[in-house]
């Protein structure tokens, strides 16, 4: 299984092409899709075609960047000209994007080669890829294991070696958690780093799009390609854009590491996740970084928070599917309400429905300040935990999640649990700020991931102390025995 790294090299010296790159990770999506179910629309002549020109810019010697030439995914909410987009929803099966979101033209002016579009929760609304019109995603560590989610598929796409790296969305960890279940890197970068432009919206003050790689430094190549400014999106941050490759010194001397005390509580998370991250930070603290405990007071009320806060903006972002624009419209209506009730519940899964519920509700009159108003102030006072943790420290290292990949529908019929799940990662949304997950062992032959948290728009220390840890171990290296 070859990574980003190893491809760039293959490439570099001639020994191999991109259109052979591309032809092999095609045949491998198609050659996992029954066991794995990953990628779920290829556009292979196109990409054999892009492919080609990569090609011929290397003869030429006129290198775009690390990416030139390499094959990936996307998580299917990402819009790409003449390509259906359906985010994993009835709703949007049958729509084809008329435009380019702005990563995908900035990965094609990279010369990076879009393959097709991989798994998610339906409108990136789960935690295990399984509510998705196209079925589950599953994990290459044990095929009865879900691979986390939302963003499912791009993770598996990478952990089994369809692609050395894909792009996702991370809401409240959907980047991150999916990292942890199946073994390689993800990022979310600070919000507002990286375009929105295209992506299709589920909570817009919390989306942020991001890599899977196999390593921090392939993160960093695909983040600087992806980062930047881009009028188009109002979020988007006016700020220059850092070869955060150059940061990855190997060295944390100096760095202060912050354990934050509310997050390795046994109680609710498995004492052996626990050990392990605290094993990956001690690794860190023998190659010179400093590690203090921290406060993080307000983590016990940041689910609900992000429950709330996530599912109103879902219900606001969410109305435009009534079947009068675009997306399903409903057959045999006679009017205008049962066009949008027949149209809206055919389309949406149980899940996007109680999200757009629950949504309704905290925003409705006699209720928006008792829920919708009271979560704001919550979330100012989250942001506010983090500034003031900062102060005391550099990175903040903690687990990924309280858990290794649950069984796939051991969670399906208790929402709150699969929820719950989101304890260690939703923080880092409500907040903005950068967050990677990184493999740090196995339990119970299952990945384990250390999340990473950083200053908002200071990626390149949260990335140097990624990379440092990195040199020191090989988990990143390990790979699904079955699929590798």
Same mark, same amino acid.
């Given at each position: ?55 011929? =810019? ?41 435009? %380019? ?65 894909a792009l996702g969305s991370d809401t409240g960890g959907s980047i991150r958690q999916p ?51 881009? =009028?188009? %999106? ?16 190997? %060295? ?169 799940? %989101? ?62």
């Amino acid at each position: 299984m070859e990574t980003l790294e190893a491809q760039r090299v293959g490439l570099d010296a001639g020994d191999v092409s991109s259109r052979e790159l591309v032809t092999r990770a095609v045949a491998r999506a198609r050659e996992l899709a029954d066991r794995l179910n990953a990628v779920v629309g290829l556009r292979e002549e196109a990409a054999c075609a892009e492919a080609a020109e990569a090609d011929e =810019r290397h003869v030429r010697g006129q290198l775009r960047s690390p990416l030139d030439g390499i094959p990936l995914v996307l998580k299917d909410n990402m819009v790409q000209c003449g390509e259906p987009t359906t985010c994993a929803s009835r709703i949007l099966e049958n729509f084809v994007s008329p435009y %380019d979101s702005t990563v995908v033209e900035r990965l094609r002016s990279a010369g990076a080669v879009i393959i097709g579009r991989a798994n998610m929760d339906e409108f990136a609304m789960g935690s295990s890829t399984e509510h998705s019109i196209f079925g589950p995603s599953r994990n290459p560590w044990d095929t009865d294991r879900t691979c986390g989610g939302s963003s499912g598929g791009p993770a598996v796409a990478v952990a089994a070696g369809i692609t050395p790296f894909a792009l996702g969305s991370d809401t409240g960890g959907s980047i991150r958690q999916p990292a942890s279940f199946t073994g390689v890197v993800g990022m979310k970068p600070t919000y507002g780093r990286v375009s929105r432009w295209g992506l299709v919206a589920f909570a817009s003050s919390l989306d942020q799009i991001g890599p899977f790689a196999h390593s921090v430094r392939e993160c960093a190549w695909i983040l600087r390609e992806i980062a930047g400014h881009d =009028r188009r %999106d109002s979020t988007s941050l006016p700020f220059p854009v850092p070869d955060f490759a150059e940061a990855l010194t190997g %060295d944390v001397s100096g760095l202060t590491i912050g354990l934050p005390r509310e997050y390795f509580v046994e109680q609710g998370a498995d004492p052996e996740v626990l050990a392990l991250v605290r094993a990956g930070v001690a690794e860190l603290e023998s190659a010179g970084a400093k590690v203090v405990e921290i406060s993080l007071p307000h983590t016990g009320y940041v689910v609900a928070t992000y429950y709330l806060v996530a599912t109103a903006e879902a219900s606001s972002n969410l109305a435009r599917y009534d079947g009068a624009r675009y997306g399903r419209r409903a057959s045999g209506v006679t009017n205008l309400e049962q066009m949008y009730r027949r149209s809206r519940s055919e389309g949406f899964g149980a899940e996007v429905k109680r999200r757009i519920l629950l949504g309704t509700y905290v925003l409705s009159a006699g209720y928006f300040d008792a829920y919708y108003r009271k979560a704001q102030q919550v979330r100012t006072l989250v942001r506010g935990d983090f500034e003031r943790a900062f102060e005391e420290c550099d990175v903040i290292a903690t687990p990924t999640c309280p858990e290794v990949a649950f069984e796939i529908g051991a969670k399906t019929d208790d929402p709150v649990s699969m929820y719950l799940g %989101d304890i260690y990662t939703v923080s880092a949304n409500l907040a903005g700020l950068p967050g990677i997950s990184l493999p740090c062992g196995l339990v119970r032959g299952m990945p384990v991931g250390m999340q990473m948290l950083g200053r908002a728009m200071d990626e390149n220390t949260l990335l140097r102390a990624a990379d440092a840890f990195q040199r020191r171990t090989d988990h990143h290296a390990r790979r699904p025995p079955e699929f590798s």
